[in-house]
């Protein structure tokens, strides 16, 4: 018998509790493997449009690739009977669990729909409408939302451009919700000893541990790398003092500015879309109630507000420095208006493009001393408060400001970035090639 290739899309187990749609791909993915199915990559952590108001942790769908000889339904029976169970373990009544299963070649239409879904809203019934055309099988346990992510986790193959790698390891039962014990030095010196392999697990320059999350999910520390190599060399430096149920490598579009669409126009910034625009500044930047920084941009038909929040720290002070006529490009996902504030670009990075002349207007020299005039009242002119000199003639005269500002990309620091977000040192990064083949993603397999 020929053997099959199949796709399974899971998405939307997260829960407070302590589930993740990620730990749950990796059980279902473990025995799947125990099974004699053999997987053809490392399971997909496909993170999704960030911007969407009911997105979850994360907002991260996984795909399963397989090869096998059996049955396509009894390997989604498994697969179903699996997360059913994890759901109930890990219930939580915001989640709208779903499952979906495609055999064979992904069709074309169905990696364009993924690959808008990364920064784009996409509505259920779009995808429904795929489901139907391309025969996919799919499965919820509550609402229809988790069939965006579980299909379009599906179609987002990845195998040409950008990708990256992580390697989660996940804690046991018994210590999820305490504090993560983890020893921070350890995993500074592994991206330090890496020369470039790992990146933004660790923010140099203020001294912050960011490859553990924060939150009561099952993931205790989330090693971010180029390839897996490089992650499996870290292990020699990464101490973890609590037990590890497991460590599983994943390929990922995480950190690759997949989600930004480069759009022509202000106008086609849009509620829900992540996008990359050029307009000019047309007011000054001020600081608002929360430290968060705005301004406006406009390309002569639409204008938009751009942001630069608090937790973003010392990105506010570069959009501060900004002046009418500065020319940018701004790089965020756009949120909607409301009755307190217009759509905005939840800015994400930015690059000075053109800098404008700033000037300032200075009460003139006094022609006889030299010394800085000062007014002698309303229509009366200038007078020297040195030496004494009048004159209704002299006006105010302008000097141009030198600006604390260069052109160029500008991000916010590292223990602040998002998961799809991508740093400025991978822009030198090569365009990157998958072939489908025989991998096993387990560095520390789950007990028998």
């Known amino acids: 018998m020929v053997d099959l290739i199949i796709h399974i899309g899971i998405d939307d187990f997260d829960s407070p509790a302590g589930g993740c749609t990620t730990h749950l791909a990796s059980i279902i993915a473990w025995k799947l493997m125990k099974s004699n199915h053999k997987l053809i990559d490392y399971p997909n952590?496909?993170?999704?449009?960030?911007?969407?108001?009911?997105?979850?942790?994360?907002?991260?769908?996984?795909?399963?690739?397989?090869?096998?000889?059996?049955?396509?339904?009894?390997?989604?029976?498994?697969?179903?009977?699996?997360?059913?169970?994890?759901?109930?373990?890990?219930?939580?009544?915001?989640?709208?669990?779903?499952?979906?299963?495609?055999?064979?070649?992904?069709?074309?239409?169905?990696?364009?729909?993924?690959?808008?879904?990364?920064?784009?809203?996409?509505?259920?019934?779009?995808?429904?409408?795929?489901?139907?055309k391309f025969n996919i099988k799919t499965k919820v346990l509550k609402g229809r939302r988790g069939l965006v992510g579980a299909v379009s986790a599906i179609g987002l193959d990845m195998l040409e451009g950008d990708f990256t790698f992580e390697a989660l390891f996940?804690?046991?039962?018994?210590?999820?919700?305490?504090?993560?014990?983890?020893?921070?030095?350890?995993v500074k010196q592994a991206e330090l000893e890496s020369s470039g392999g790992l990146f933004l697990n660790y923010d140099h320059e203020n001294d912050i541990l960011i490859a553990a999350p924060h939150?009561?999910?099952?993931?205790?520390?989330?090693?971010?790398?180029?390839d897996p190599r490089a992650i499996i060399e870290s292990l020699h430096y990464i101490r973890v003092l609590e037990p590890v149920e497991s460590i599983v490598i994943f390929r990922t579009n995480q950190h690759t500015d997949m989600h930004i669409q480069s759009v022509d126009s202000v106008?086609?910034?849009?509620?829900?879309?992540?996008?990359?625009?050029?307009?000019?500044?047309?007011?000054?930047?001020?600081?608002?109630?929360?430290?968060?920084?705005?301004?406006?941009?406009?390309?002569?038909?639409?204008?938009?507000?751009?942001?630069?929040?608090?937790?973003?720290?010392?990105?506010?002070?570069?959009?501060?420095k900004l002046a009418v006529g500065d020319i940018v490009e701004a790089y965020g996902c756009v949120r909607p208006p409301s009755p307190f504030h217009p759509a905005t670009i939840n800015l994400e990075k930015i690059r000075v493009i053109h800098l404008a002349e700033v000037y300032k207007l200075e009460n003139p020299r006094c022609p006889v001393c030299g010394a800085r005039m000062v007014s002698a009242g309303r229509g009366k002119g200038f007078k020297c408060p040195k030496c004494g000199y009048r004159s209704r003639g002299l006006s105010k005269i302008k000097v141009k400001i030198e600006r604390d500002l260069a052109p160029g990309f500008y991000q916010p620091p590292k223990h602040s970035f998002k998961h799809l977000m991508k740093p400025i040192e991978r822009f030198s990064i090569p365009k990157k090639v998958y072939s489908f083949k025989q991998v096993n993603p387990f560095i520390k397999p789950f007990p028998p």
Do not use: M
């Not at 406009?298 to 959009?319: H, L, M, Q, W």
């Open 267 to 320: 106008c086609e910034a849009y509620p829900y879309r992540c996008v990359k625009v050029v307009g000019k500044v047309i007011s000054q930047p001020k600081r608002i109630t929360g430290g968060h920084v705005i301004t406006t941009i406009s390309d002569g038909k639409c204008s938009i507000d751009i942001a630069a929040y608090e937790p973003t720290k010392e990105f506010r002070n570069i959009v501060s």
């Open 215 to 226: 939150g009561p999910d099952p993931v205790l520390l989330g090693i971010r790398g180029e």
């Open 45 to 132: 952590l496909i993170r999704l449009d960030p911007a969407v108001p009911w997105k979850t942790r994360g907002n991260g769908a996984v795909a399963l690739r397989i090869e096998t000889e059996k049955s396509p339904d009894d390997i989604f029976d498994t697969v179903y009977n699996i997360a059913l169970e994890y759901a109930r373990e890990y219930d939580n009544p915001k989640q709208q669990p779903a499952i979906a299963l495609l055999e064979g070649e992904i069709p074309g239409q169905l990696k364009s729909i993924s690959e808008k879904a990364v920064g784009d809203l996409v509505p259920v019934d779009v995808i429904e409408r795929v489901v139907e």
């Open 170 to 186: 996940y804690r046991t039962r018994e210590f999820i919700g305490k504090p993560r014990l983890v020893d921070p030095a350890s």
